[in-house]
């Protein structure tokens, strides 16, 4: 017995972070105002609840709560983490609840748990748990998880999801269980007491259903079977003895148990394929000879519909059913389905329930849950007056007299069967047997018990179980199980069984804790016992009886405390050396012993012990105790330094599994002791158990003795705290000898003394020469021993890795002290060698070597991989830049990820292998496995690459970049590689940073360090409001003195980037002046003496009409000016301004007002004004903003006077695309008011919005208002005309370029429109033809000839018809009824009113063949070329014709004078026969209108381009109509001031077009200029053009401008029809409503460059090259940005060109997309200022950079600058510092003033050349040169990384110079380093060539400082191992015999002739080899 403890006891560990625990939730109910929590009050006295103790006192007082209000309480913890990578931060969440209470809670180790969300239901909570929902995307098959909480009450589940939604489900039916599967929620059905009885033997309900999303119907699962025979029957799963008792997520299986056969199996969840779904659908049940029976199957399914259907019409009280029915089928005694009411032939089957008939009357739920998904609704059912009908009562009595649900009682069963057939319900799930226990025949169903607790876990070297504990039988069983290929299908070879009372998971250390039945804990690993667990402050069973365990003599506190745990040193495994990591179970006989032997003692009462484990999360699991208390501890974990992490990886790599749990095993023992080792003693433990493993007896080693003693302390220190005597002793002197601190520090000068007694030097020297003593013999029965070989070399592979690390290269250098020894022993002199190369002064050191008896060496299994030569990366990576052949390199997958991503980045990078990522990766690198087989392809390998292709180098480097990102290379990790291996990768870096591709991801633009590109892959948009603003241009409106300065509606324009755009004056001020209509007008009227008050009042106020003419016109031109600039604030409404329409009178500013009743004020002046101020408010609004339905309806205003303002306001929002928000339900609630504006703007906004969409919801809302579309017979709706214009002009752009029939032949036949009796028809008929004309124009728009199908109808011809007048044609189709009776009131005749046609006629020609450039209709536009034709067409017709045949023409459009003149007839250019009867006003007229059309195509030609050939042309026609206008004279009134004062608004309109967005200064003189002038003929219109004028010119505040696409033209000529209104309510000729159409032609094209650094926006160069096309060749201009871009079509790429920034350049060819989404997103391109440069801003002409000063003569710079000043060149902390730290002189510095000047060197040097991450790589090039030239170095790593970076220097210089700018270190620094180290290696072998020799004849090598310089040469000079070679080297005569040896070891010629002095033996000293001198290599 006491052996068997002893055992136990030596492997014990102890467990940490001891604490109680208490469920947080419990902590929170207990303030949380609900029921429960005032039950549990009552139940004890108050005293109790308060009592000190806390957590002890609530346990107290839970106890005496009756048990029921116990088993109430539930909670599961599980581990939450925030962040992308695990370890950022790990909590513990805690799901608790209680009562109605649900508590969700998070805490963590470092800080207190906090409530994340608690939730309080209606009735008590049944179960709450964790699930995911998989969300299916709209587009593709990925899906969106939902992370939610589901609760579940007896009624319902309760959806909570993190993103806020909530949904609730109804549950059809009593839940007895729900589990969280990876597709959604399994609810198991409550299984009755009379369910068996009552199903028929055809088919029983099935019990396990699904919810894949809480809006989907819940479906029956399926389940198939294991077994030949069955396999094919799929069924549903109905069997009620099946008891889930588990499910996981990943692996997605399920642990079901069968309460009858008592066996548990496993299943494996996944969606239904087709086949099964059919399968079940068809046959569920075997059919049953009675008709009843076949009948049953399609019943029961439809009926179980009914009980399950959320959407049937059952619910609601109205259908008939008393508003009470509590079950929706209570039918005898209430069981789902009375079966034996259905066998009996009674007569109350429920047919008639309208329930079954539903499917037929409701829409499905499941599309209902399609649409919805996108809103979050409140209820996911139709909310009836309460779920009752889900709760079928299956236990309670129907109510009485309810036979709504019955039949009547003649229905019999045969009328059943003609229920229409009803689809089952589609199972979504199905789960197919993997697994199940055997049944043996001592295994009887007494024995078996259900599995009260499954969970999975995997063992230390990967292997899975699933495993479930049998509380009964107190065992817990392992099932082991492997995932096959394919993930589905999972095997489960073997089955091991645990005695364990309970057991848990302990998911991150790989191991499970078990609670066997004697009350101890016992850590195992998959099914390997480790040890058991103590836990400090509980004591063991196993412990408690001291008097019965002789062999523990020691109290047991001893053994816990921590204070004297460093005294007990790891004597342990010498007592017992390799203790059995396995114990072996112990036989029942010990167990019974045991058990009964502790029932005895009566302390098991009085001491606490562990009674069950729960809730493990990570490697922390509370134990909840026999007294009610719970404590919560954390298993240590396997390793906590990162070196014997990752040697404990290698070792699991390579050994097979049994052997790697084996000592995985045994050192998480010894690590994991009581009072164990503190981390830093943990490398040197391992080191000792790790050899004790293999064989070796660490004591007799002298370094491995010292280990034990060894702490990071001065050794004497350590000395005395290991030996307890302080009498000093001899050994004490040895062990100072031997430390690892005296090897570090003896080769530094001030061990020189010491050192000459040099006593263990020649010992050492002797031992390693004498045959090795016995007692250094290997013990071959080790359990590693075999092993040995393989374990070397995967931990010199690791070793290798280290070294590529600066952070893990300190501990290689412990690695290397365990690797000597091993190589030592295998007699692997080359490897001795490396690791002597490597660390020459710690090598040295190491002189002891075991024995390994020959005999033995062939127990030992030498791997293939082991090769002679031993794999060095840094020589790898060297002979890669000299360009000569490699082997593949072996790295461990992994483990060596550095090693992978180095070799392949050099692979491909400078050997310029494109697929050496790729397909090619095997010739580089070579994976280990543990059955290895030869590398046999070797000589393929050599053949393959051998021949190099070389591609261009830009390629490559972006191609490294590209493969590093995607392997998840970042900075950082650049960092810690060493510098010279990481000198290529920052070449690529620095390549790419110079020319970046645009569309590289986030992530490569943050390796290369452009943050400009970061920032801008960052997706970013505008702030969401104000404050707050991503992308760095403040929308903070200027501090403003007055008040209503903010109210003008205009304070949003972004103040930063109109100043850098217009920095040199207050443009944009003055627009906002002329543009504000909030505050009164200045009237100004001088009262004349004979003028009487009356009068003047009078006069005043007409004077103010007259201003208010010029007011109400601004809003048009304010909406244009303010476009998209505000983005609202979701809980604010709209800010409007008010119209002003009152003025002030100077000098005492009195009010003046309209509404004073002195003059006539028109009616309804204002309804249209206020209309465009809703319309220009709305359109402040950017697209990008978060708008939503409610918001839209939360703006709707009070009262009734603001309604023309919101009709103006939803035309808004849909101009910018928000009204698509609107729900259908509002937009109907809309028009039923019936409010003309509303109207209007609603049917323009959703058209708008869905331009060109063909939504049929929209044409349905449409076609309602518009009489032609509605079926000949429909009753007449009264629709008032304006929206029925409005309403044409909607189809015509919901169907835009559509080209779609039916609409463009009901438009055709609406132009001509005749008038209808009874008035209809008859006013503003001009209007109506127009917007017929246009919509037909829209609908066809640039089809030109191509129209598909339209052939028949003649569209050209019958508009020219429209256009010059005829006989009107019969009406053809179903308007011929409509049209029979003529007008009483207008009498036209037969013939076509062309005055009504024409325009619309006109322009729909233009539209259809707008660009087509169709000769033969433009030639029907011609103006008549004879004076009695011009006098049959208004002059009006004329412009419209002129300006159609022109964008018909388009190419022909040329931006001059002549081509505007070349569009007047010839008759009127020539001189004039005065014999003529010419009538000069026709022809004035004439000229003048045709001038005004052709001006406007030109306009359009070149809207939005700032072409200034085009606007000059404009500019010069605009002078001479002001000309004409300013004479008085003769042509004025000749041509008519109106028409005069027309053709300028026109051309005004073209100006502003052409320079649409760039605020032109002479456009805004102008439009000034007609600002101020209000009397006379300006009416409303003409000021409505000037203003929109205003608008266009600064569109959206200059960031907006105009296109050319089709629709744009389209949408201007609606907005900018050259007829305006003549007053405010005039809209008989044309729609007011359409003149915002304009904003459809909007586009961004302004980029604004913002600085990286500072976010602010700045100036920066553009180069923008257009395409060639056929007016100009390619062409190249330079633009200071931010500036408008042309369209974008026309470029082919963007540059931000230097020398100021960093380069970047977007290329059009590809593709525009990338740019477009930067212009919408504000136009915010990032840019980044080279180090050295400052912006435009502050230095204009580029005097004051850095580089200005180096002009004359390089070398000047370097003197002449001034660490201070760098401060104002580069921002990067760094580098300030730098200059601030070490590139100053100070006092104690002076002696250093060189390094001073070096450092300065090097900081100009890194800021000059843009790498300031180069600034470390000098510093480590100098630090290693200076280390060498004085003699200090005591590793040869430094040397390596200078020789990688001469040889790529030397191969990059190979390439001629050409590529020298290519290099990153391109200074004379390179030159000048290397030769000092020449010069100090060639000085060393000039004075000590004996010991080169020496070396190379193969004798010991002595341990001082000439051996650390030979090392140090041998490496930088790149020489191999000599010594297997001297042989063939000695015996060489003269050179040739030399370099013919040599070229086989391949020594580089340079450094080979540093050799041949030595090896020659020639007396010359090595400054001349045959008449060279050295220097020149």
């Known amino acids: 017995m006491s052996e068997v403890v002893y055992e136990e006891t030596a492997t014990m560990i102890a467990a940490g972070e001891l604490q109680s625990f208490v469920p947080f939730g419990r902590e929170h109910c207990r303030n949380h105002p609900n029921a429960f929590n005032l039950q549990l009050r009552e139940l004890q006295p108050a005293s109790e609840l308060w009592s000190s103790d806390g957590a002890a006192g609530l346990v107290g007082s839970l106890q005496e709560v009756s048990l029921q209000e116990r088993e109430r309480e539930c909670w599961q913890l599980k581990k939450g983490c925030i962040g992308v990578r695990e370890e950022d931060v790990e909590f513990e969440e805690e799901l608790y609840a209680a009562g109605n209470v649900v508590v969700w809670s998070q805490g963590s180790r470092r800080q207190a748990s906090s409530v994340y969300k608690a939730f309080t239901v209606d009735s008590p909570v049944q179960q709450a748990l964790w699930c995911n929902f998989a969300v299916p995307h709209n587009k593709k098959d990925e899906k969106e998880v939902e992370h939610t909480v589901c609760i579940i009450q007896s009624s319902c589940v309760n959806v909570h999801t993190v993103s806020g939604k909530d949904f609730i489900s109804p549950l059809p039916f009593q839940v007895s269980r729900v589990w969280a599967t990876k597709f959604g929620l399994l609810l198991e059905r409550k299984n009755t007491a009379n369910d068996a009885q009552l199903s028929p033997p055809g088919e029983p309900l099935p019990t396990v259903f699904s919810m894949l999303h809480p809006l989907d119907e819940i479906a029956p699962v399926?389940?198939?079977?294991?077994?030949?025979?069955?396999?094919?029957?799929?069924?549903?799963?109905?069997?009620?003895?099946?008891?889930?008792?588990?499910?996981?997520?990943?692996?997605?299986?399920?642990?079901?148990?069968?309460?009858?056969?008592?066996?548990?199996?496993?299943?494996?969840?996944?969606?239904?394929?087709?086949?099964?779904?059919?399968?079940?659908?068809?046959?569920?049940?075997?059919?049953?000879?009675?008709?009843?029976?076949?009948?049953?199957?399609?019943?029961?399914?439809?009926?179980?519909?009914?009980?399950?259907?959320?959407?049937?019409?059952?619910g609601s009280g109205a259908s008939g059913l008393g508003p009470g029915t509590a079950t929706s089928c209570a039918v005898g005694t209430g069981s789902p389905l009375h079966y034996s009411a259905l066998h009996s032939h009674q007569s109350r089957i429920m047919t008639s329930s309208p329930g079954i008939h539903s499917r037929v009357h409701s829409p499905s739920i499941s599309n209902m849950a399609a649409l919805s998904r996108a809103h979050s609704p409140g209820m996911a059912a139709p909310s009836f007056p309460g779920a009752s009908r889900f709760n079928t009562s299956f236990n309670s009595a129907p109510p009485r007299g309810h036979h709504g649900l019955l039949p009547s009682p003649n229905s019999t069963v045969n009328e059943t069967m003609l229920v229409p057939e009803m689809e089952p319900i589609i199972p979504d799930l199905c789960m197919e047997q993997l697994w199940s226990e055997t049944v043996t025949a001592a295994c009887h169903r007494e024995m078996s018990s259900q599995a009260s607790k499954v969970f999975l876990t995997s063992d230390l070297c990967e292997n899975h179980y699933l495993c479930f504990l049998v509380e009964s039988h107190q065992q817990l069983r392992c099932v082991k199980f492997i995932e096959s290929n394919d993930t589905a299908q999972l095997i489960f070879p073997s089955v091991t069984t645990i005695p364990a009372k309970d057991a848990e998971p302990l998911q991150n250390i790989d191991a499970m804790l078990v609670l066997e039945a004697c009350g101890s804990l016992v850590l195992y690993t998959g099914i390997t016992r480790v040890s058991k667990v103590f836990v400090p402050g509980l004591l063991s069973p196993t412990f408690s009886l001291t008097n019965h365990l002789p062999h523990l003599s020691t109290p047991v506190e001893n053994v816990s405390t921590p204070a004297n745990a460093g005294t007990r040193h790891l004597q342990r495994l010498d007592e017992d050396i390799m203790p059995s990591p396995v114990i072996e179970l112990r036989g029942p006989n010990i167990k019974h012993h045991e058990g009964s032997f502790l029932d005895d003692y009566t302390f098991q009462q009085a001491t606490p012990y562990i009674h069950a484990l729960r809730d493990p999360v990570c490697n922390r699991v509370t134990l909840e105790l026999s007294t009610g208390t719970m404590l919560r501890i954390s298993v240590p974990e396997i390793a906590t330094s990162e070196l014997v992490r990752k040697c404990l990886q290698a070792i699991r790599f390579i050994l097979p599994k049994e052997a790697a749990i084996k000592v995985l095993v045994k050192w998480y023992n010894i690590y994991n002791a009581p009072g164990g080792p503190s981390a830093h003693a943990e490398w040197n433990l391992f080191v000792t158990c790790f050899m004790t493993l293999m064989g070796y007896n660490t004591e007799r080693l002298t370094w491995t003795r010292n280990l034990h003693f060894e702490v990071p302390l001065s050794p004497v220190i350590a000395a005395k705290k290991a030996r307890p005597s302080d009498g000093g002793s001899d050994e004490d002197w040895d062990y100072l000898l031997g430390s690892h601190y005296h090897r570090q520090m003896n080769s530094q000068p001030v061990c020189g003394p010491v050192d000459s007694s040099g006593t263990t030097e020649t010992e050492g020297l002797s031992t390693m020469s004498s045959p090795s003593s016995p007692s250094l013999k290997l013990d071959s029965s080790a359990p590693l021993f075999p092993h040995i070989p393989a374990l070397f070399y995967v931990l010199h592979l690791l070793y290798q890795e280290l070294q590529l690390d600066e952070l893990q290269r300190a501990r290689a250098s412990s690695l290397v002290c365990l690797l000597q020894q091993l190589a030592r022993d295998l007699q692997l002199e080359e490897y001795v060698d490396l690791y002597w190369r490597d660390y020459p002064s710690l090598i040295g050191g190491f002189t002891e070597s075991c024995f390994i008896d020959q005999s033995l060496i062939g127990q030992m299994q030498h791997p293939s991989f082991l090769r002679a030569e031993p794999p060095c990366v840094f020589s790898w990576l060297s002979s890669c830049l000299r360009g000569e052949e490699n082997l593949p390199f072996p790295y461990l997958p992994g483990i060596c990820q550095r090693t992978r991503l180095l070799v392949l980045s050099y692979a491909l990078y400078i050997i310029g292998n494109e697929n050496a990522t790729s397909t090619d990766v095997s010739k580089y690198l070579v994976k280990l496995s543990t059955s290895q087989k030869s590398c046999t392809s070797e000589p393929y390998f050599r053949r393959q690459s051998s021949v190099k292709v070389k591609f261009s180098s830009e390629s490559l480097a972006e191609q490294l970049v590209v493969w590093l990102t995607s392997q998840g290379f970042t900075l950082k990790d650049l960092e810690s590689v060493p510098f010279g291996v990481a000198l290529p990768v920052r070449e690529a870096i620095y390549r790419c940073r110079e020319q970046p591709c645009s569309n590289w991801s986030e992530e490569v633009c943050l390796l290369i360090g452009r943050q400009d590109l970061t920032k801008q892959a960052h997706k970013m948009t505008l702030a969401k409001s104000k404050a707050s603003v991503g992308s760095g241009l403040s929308l903070e409106p200027p501090a403003t003195t007055e008040p209503d300065e903010e109210e003008d509606g205009m304070s949003d324009i972004i103040q930063e980037v109109t100043g850098l755009i217009w920095s040199q004056d207050l443009r944009v001020q003055e627009v906002r002046r002329l543009l504000q209509s909030?505050?009164?007008?200045?009237?100004?009227?001088?009262?004349?003496?004979?003028?009487?008050?009356?009068?003047?009042?009078?006069?005043?106020?007409?004077?103010?009409?007259?201003?208010?003419?010029?007011?109400?016109?601004?809003?048009?031109?304010?909406?244009?000016?303010?476009?998209?600039?505000?983005?609202?604030?979701?809980?604010?409404?709209?800010?409007?301004?008010?119209?002003n329409l009152t003025g002030r009178a100077p000098p005492r500013n009195t009010m003046v007002d309209l509404n004073s009743g002195n003059i006539d004020v028109p009616p309804n002046m204002t309804s249209w004004p206020s209309f465009h101020n809703g319309v220009a408010a709305g359109l402040k609004i950017a697209p990008a903003s978060q708008v939503d339905s409610a918001?839209?309806?939360?703006?709707?205003?009070?009262?009734?006077?603001?309604?023309?303002?919101?009709?103006?306001?939803?035309?808004?929002?849909?101009?910018?695309?928000?009204?698509?928000?609107?729900?259908?339900?509002?937009?109907?609630?809309?028009?039923?008011?019936?409010?003309?504006?509303?109207?209007?703007?609603?049917?323009?906004?959703?058209?708008?919005?869905?331009?060109?969409?063909?939504?049929?919801?929209?044409?349905?809302?449409?076609?309602?208002?518009?009489?032609?579309?509605?079926?000949?017979?429909?009753?007449?709706?009264?629709?008032?005309?304006?929206?029925?214009?409005?309403?044409?002009?909607?189809?015509?752009?919901?169907?835009?370029?559509?080209?779609?029939?039916?609409?463009?032949?009901?438009?055709?036949?609406?132009?001509?429109?005749?008038?209808?009796?009874?008035?209809?028809?008859?006013?503003?008929?001009?209007?109506?033809?127009?917007?017929?004309?246009?919509?037909?124009?829209?609908?066809?728009?640039?089809?030109?000839?191509?129209?598909?199908?339209?052939?028949?109808?003649?569209?050209?011809?019958?508009?020219?018809?429209?256009?010059?007048?005829?006989?009107?044609?019969?009406?053809?189709?179903?308007?011929?009824?409509?049209?029979?009776?003529?007008?009483?009131?207008?009498?036209?005749?037969?013939?076509?009113?062309?005055?009504?046609?024409?325009?619309?006629?006109?322009?729909?020609?233009?539209?259809?063949?707008?660009?087509?450039?169709?000769?033969?209709?433009?030639?029907?536009?011609?103006p008549p070329d004879t004076w009695f034709l011009l006098d049959f067409i208004k002059p009006e017709f004329l412009l419209l014709r002129t300006l159609a045949r022109c964008i018909i023409m388009w190419d022909e459009i040329l931006p001059n004078t002549e081509w505007v003149k070349s569009n007047i007839p010839q008759i009127m250019r020539g001189t004039f026969d005065p014999s003529e009867d010419i009538n000069m006003e026709t022809m004035a007229q004439a000229q003048d209108y045709i001038t005004a059309g052709a001006c406007m195509a030109l306009g359009l030609r070149f809207a939005g381009s700032a072409n200034s050939d085009a606007f000059d042309c404009l500019y010069e026609f605009a002078r001479s109509f002001m000309k004409i206008m300013s004479f008085a004279g003769t042509a004025a009134v000749q041509t008519g001031y109106y028409n005069l004062q027309t053709g300028l608004s026109m051309i005004l309109l073209a100006m502003s077009m052409v320079m649409s967005g760039t605020g032109n200064l002479k456009v805004l003189q102008l439009c000034r200029f007609f600002h101020k002038r209000t009397g006379g003929e300006m009416n409303y219109g003409f000021h409505m053009a000037h203003h929109m004028a205003l608008g266009l010119l600064f569109l959206g505040g200059g960031r907006y401008t105009l296109s050319t696409s089709n629709s744009a033209i389209a949408a201007l000529l609606c907005a900018l029809y050259p007829h305006f209104p003549a007053h405010s309510t005039d809209n008989r000729y044309h729609l007011q409503a359409l003149r915002h159409l304009a904003v459809l032609a909007a586009e961004p094209r302004l980029l604004v460059p913002v600085d990286v650094d500072s976010l602010k926006p700045c100036y920066a160069?553009?180069?923008?090259?257009?395409?060639?096309?056929?007016?100009?060749?390619?062409?190249?201009?330079?633009?200071?940005?931010?500036?408008?871009?042309?369209?974008?079509?026309?470029?082919?790429?963007?540059?931000?060109?230097?020398?100021?920034?960093?380069?970047?350049?977007?290329?059009?060819?590809?593709?525009?997309?990338?740019?477009?989404?930067?212009?919408?997103?504000?136009?915010?391109?990032?840019?980044?200022?080279?180090?050295?440069?400052?912006?435009?801003?502050?230095?204009?002409?580029?005097?004051?950079?850095?580089?200005?000063?180096?002009?004359?003569?390089?070398?000047?710079?370097?003197?002449?600058?001034?660490?201070?000043?760098?401060?104002?060149?580069?921002?990067?902390?760094?580098?300030?510092?730098?200059?601030?730290?070490?590139?100053?002189?100070?006092?104690?510095?002076?002696?250093?003033?060189?390094?001073?000047?070096l450092f300065s060197a090097m900081l100009y040097e890194c800021v000059t050349q843009e790498c300031p991450e180069m600034l470390p790589t000098y510093i480590a090039i100098e630090q290693a040169v200076g280390a060498l030239r004085r003699g200090d170095l005591l590793q040869t790593f430094p040397l390596w990384q200078l020789r990688l970076v001469v040889e790529l220097w030397d191969s990059r210089m190979l390439r001629g110079p050409a590529n020298r700018h290519d290099t990153l270190l391109t200074s004379e620094f390179l030159p000048v380093m290397k030769n000092a180290v020449d010069v100090a290696l060639d000085s060393w072998l000039r004075d000590n060539s004996s010991v080169l020799s020496s070396y190379t004849?193969?004798?010991?090598?002595?341990?001082?400082?000439?051996?650390?310089?030979?090392?140090?040469?041998?490496?930088?000079?790149?020489?191999?191992?000599?010594?297997?070679?001297?042989?063939?080297?000695?015996?060489?005569?003269?050179?040739?015999?030399?370099?013919?040896?040599?070229?086989?070891?391949?020594?580089?010629?340079?450094?080979?002739?540093?050799?041949?002095?030595?090896?020659?033996?020639?007396?010359?000293?090595?400054?001349?080899?045959?008449?060279?001198?050295?220097?020149?290599f």
């Not at 032609?1268 to 002009?1289: C, F, G, M, R």
């Not at 056929?1670 to 790429?1693: C, D, G, I, Q």
């Open 222 to 314: 399926v389940y198939k079977p294991a077994g030949l025979f069955e396999s094919a029957r799929v069924q549903y799963v109905s069997d009620s003895t099946m008891k889930i008792v588990f499910t996981c997520c990943q692996p997605s299986i399920i642990v079901s148990y069968d309460t009858v056969q008592g066996i548990h199996s496993v299943w494996a969840l996944r969606k239904v394929t087709h086949d099964e779904r059919s399968t079940v659908l068809r046959c569920p049940a075997e059919p049953v000879g009675t008709p009843l029976g076949l009948m049953a199957s399609g019943f029961l399914t439809s009926h179980l519909r009914n009980i399950s259907r959320l959407d049937s019409s059952v």
């Open 1078 to 1139: 909030s505050r009164p007008v200045r009237v100004s009227v001088v009262q004349l003496p004979e003028v009487s008050d009356h009068e003047y009042i009078e006069e005043k106020e007409n004077k103010l009409l007259q201003l208010c003419q010029r007011t109400m016109a601004l809003p048009v031109g304010r909406g244009l000016f303010t476009l998209f600039s505000y983005h609202p604030v979701p809980t604010e409404p709209l800010p409007v301004p008010k119209l």
């Open 1897 to 1976: 004849r193969g004798e010991g090598l002595s341990r001082d400082t000439q051996s650390i310089l030979l090392a140090c040469f041998l490496v930088y000079r790149s020489i191999p191992c000599l010594k297997n070679t001297h042989t063939q080297l000695e015996g060489c005569s003269s050179l040739g015999d030399l370099l013919s040896q040599s070229s086989q070891l391949g020594i580089p010629l340079r450094d080979l002739l540093r050799l041949v002095p030595v090896l020659l033996g020639s007396a010359s000293g090595p400054q001349t080899v045959l008449g060279f001198p050295l220097q020149a």
């Open 1661 to 1797: 160069l553009l180069e923008v090259t257009y395409k060639e096309t056929k007016w100009y060749e390619e062409t190249t201009v330079e633009l200071m940005a931010p500036t408008m871009l042309p369209e974008l079509h026309l470029l082919k790429r963007v540059k931000v060109k230097g020398p100021r920034y960093w380069e970047l350049s977007v290329d059009l060819s590809k593709e525009t997309q990338h740019l477009k989404s930067i212009l919408s997103r504000d136009g915010v391109l990032y840019v980044k200022l080279r180090a050295g440069q400052l912006p435009y801003k502050d230095d204009p002409q580029g005097w004051k950079s850095l580089l200005a000063t180096t002009v004359n003569h390089r070398n000047s710079g370097v003197r002449a600058f001034k660490p201070e000043a760098i401060s104002t060149f580069t921002s990067e902390p760094a580098l300030v510092s730098f200059a601030e730290f070490f590139c100053k002189s100070s006092e104690g510095m002076k002696h250093r003033e060189d390094t001073l000047v």
């Open 1191 to 1422: 918001w839209i309806a939360y703006n709707k205003p009070k009262s009734p006077e603001l309604a023309n303002e919101y009709a103006g306001f939803l035309m808004a929002l849909g101009l910018n695309g928000h009204l698509t928000k609107l729900a259908t339900l509002n937009i109907h609630d809309y028009l039923t008011k019936g409010h003309e504006m509303t109207s209007i703007g609603l049917l323009l906004g959703v058209s708008s919005a869905k331009l060109g969409t063909m939504d049929m919801s929209i044409t349905r809302l449409l076609s309602i208002h518009i009489p032609a579309l509605l079926p000949p017979t429909s009753t007449e709706l009264d629709v008032p005309h304006n929206v029925q214009v409005a309403a044409v002009i909607g189809i015509g752009l919901v169907y835009q370029g559509t080209g779609h029939r039916h609409n463009a032949e009901v438009l055709l036949s609406e132009i001509g429109r005749p008038p209808g009796p009874e008035m209809e028809y008859c006013t503003d008929r001009e209007s109506y033809s127009l917007a017929a004309g246009l919509a037909l124009g829209m609908v066809c728009l640039g089809h030109g000839s191509n129209l598909i199908g339209m052939t028949d109808l003649n569209v050209p011809e019958q508009l020219y018809q429209y256009m010059v007048g005829g006989h009107r044609r019969a009406q053809a189709g179903a308007n011929r009824e409509r049209h029979k009776s003529p007008s009483y009131q207008i009498k036209e005749g037969d013939t076509i009113n062309v005055d009504v046609t024409c325009p619309g006629a006109t322009l729909a020609l233009a539209m259809i063949y707008l660009k087509t450039n169709n000769r033969s209709i433009a030639d029907w536009l011609k």
